[in-house]
């Protein structure tokens, strides 16, 4: 897949906690393990919970001239809501998320607006922008005085220099949603110059602050996906239909909500049941820099009305991790029950994912070691299985066995040899 630049792709996120006085340490050893995935946290005596989860978004591919078409913003703002809503229990009605045409300068304000009128004082946003983004130099008495940065609305038809009116301006952006009644707003720009948010508000790398920050304080967070005078990569090659940017995001929160094996791996480093705003960033920050067609730098900082809290989601209650946890001692522990009922277990709350399809590798391995099933059956469930796990690898995926092209090639020829009915044989 070709890279080509992108314009801005801008993300609203939220903090999703309210507890005064507590870090986030201390909320979860309250109740540890009672709550299901996204649900608020709340002081212990209940007073100070936090409201709707809500995501809004706007994603532009269909642009005319001056600007060229994009592939992959109308798939990034579906991509990103999906996950919000199945995986963290957001809402996002369909009039808060606009997509081409309907995303006219008019058609965003008018949403703004929409927003400013129904989000409440506990209710938490995410919105997401993904289109085109452009920057200019602000000039005084004909010196070069600073650089503003921009939106690219679809109702564009006159370049930046020509017609500025047309765009909206990045900082013009923030401060309306810096005004929204909602207590957390968490902006991340996915885009070209999207640094230039963040002015000479900052903060690189983790952030000391996440265990110490009153969580029920106002949030006004900003996520770019470049810096001021850096473009961001609509496409690559690792993230079929997404950029490089927003592919990364959605891969660090689904590994953290799916408990990855390596938690270093996610956005969730800590293992700590939850995952923050400042965690986000390190990861997304980490693995962008460090891709090869890599040629932006995320950064990270608060806008207007930022009073110091902090986006937080509880990973608690994740049933399928708990029987994938089992599953695994049981099989280093010989324990053939238990394993069954845990394997079960998971299957049944998620059969497509990589650790299913292990899962089922190491069922095989219990079915050879206590000879179960013919040899022919089970030859050709190894092969499948191994067909599976090979399919996770070449999509990216870390796989917990070694040595998988030379097992499965093995396998293939043993169940062959056998007499086995593989499909894709002649």
Not at 64 to 90: C, I, K, Q, T, Y
Not at 269 to 289: Q, R
Not at 295 to 306: E, H, I, L, V, W
Request: glycine share 10%.
């Amino acid at each position: 897949m070709s890279v080509s630049p992108r314009g801005a792709t801008l993300l609203l996120w939220l903090g999703l906690a309210a507890v005064v006085g507590q870090s986030p340490a201390e909320v979860l050893a309250q109740d540890r393990g009672s709550r299901e995935i996204g649900t608020p946290v709340s002081d212990k005596d209940g007073d100070a919970p936090i409201g709707r989860y809500v995501f809004a978004g706007i994603g532009i591919n269909d642009y005319a001239a001056p600007w060229e078409p994009l592939d992959n913003a109308v798939n990034d703002v579906d991509s990103v809501r999906a996950v919000f809503v199945d995986e963290f229990g957001f809402e996002s009605p369909d009039e808060w998320v606009l997509q081409d045409a309907d995303a006219s300068k008019a058609g965003i304000e008018a949403m703004i607006d929409d927003l400013a009128n129904n989000l409440e004082r506990d209710d938490a946003l995410v919105f997401f922008y993904a289109g085109h983004g452009d920057a200019r130099d602000l000039e005084f008495e004909g010196e070069v005085v600073g650089s503003a940065g921009y939106i690219v609305p679809s109702s564009v038809k006159s370049p930046l220099t020509e017609a500025p009116r047309q765009y909206i301006r990045i900082n013009d952006l923030l401060e309306w949603l810096s005004e929204l009644p909602s207590r957390h707003v968490f902006v991340i720009l996915d885009s070209c110059h999207s640094g230039l948010a963040l002015g000479g508000l900052k903060t690189r790398g983790g952030m000391t602050e996440q265990a110490r920050t009153l969580m029920g304080r106002q949030s006004r967070r900003v996520l770019t996906s470049a810096q001021g005078d850096e473009k961001a990569a609509d496409g690559g090659e690792r993230f079929a239909g997404n950029s490089l940017f927003t592919g990364w995001l959605i891969e660090g929160l689904r590994r953290a909500t799916r408990g990855a094996q390596d938690s270093s791996n996610d956005a969730n480093p800590d293992d700590n049941g939850f995952i923050t705003a400042s965690e986000i960033h390190t990861f997304v920050s980490g693995v962008v820099g460090a891709a090869s067609e890599s040629r932006q730098t995320p950064d990270f900082g608060a806008f207007s009305y930022d009073d110091r809290g902090e986006l937080v989601l509880v990973l608690e209650g994740d049933e399928y991790q708990e029987a994938y946890e089992t599953a695994l001692g049981a099989y280093d522990d010989l324990k053939d029950d238990v394993f069954a009922e845990a394997f079960a277990t998971a299957i049944e709350a998620d059969p497509d994912r990589m650790e299913s399809a292990y899962l089922r590798y190491l069922n095989v391995e219990f079915d050879d070691f206590l000879e179960r099933g013919t040899d022919v059956e089970r030859l050709t469930r190894r092969v499948e299985v191994l067909r599976e796990l090979n399919a996770y690898a070449d999509a990216g995926a870390e796989i917990p066995i070694g040595g998988l092209t030379m097992a499965l090639a093995k396998a293939t020829r043993q169940c062959r040899k056998a007499g086995c009915d593989l499909e894709g044989d002649n």
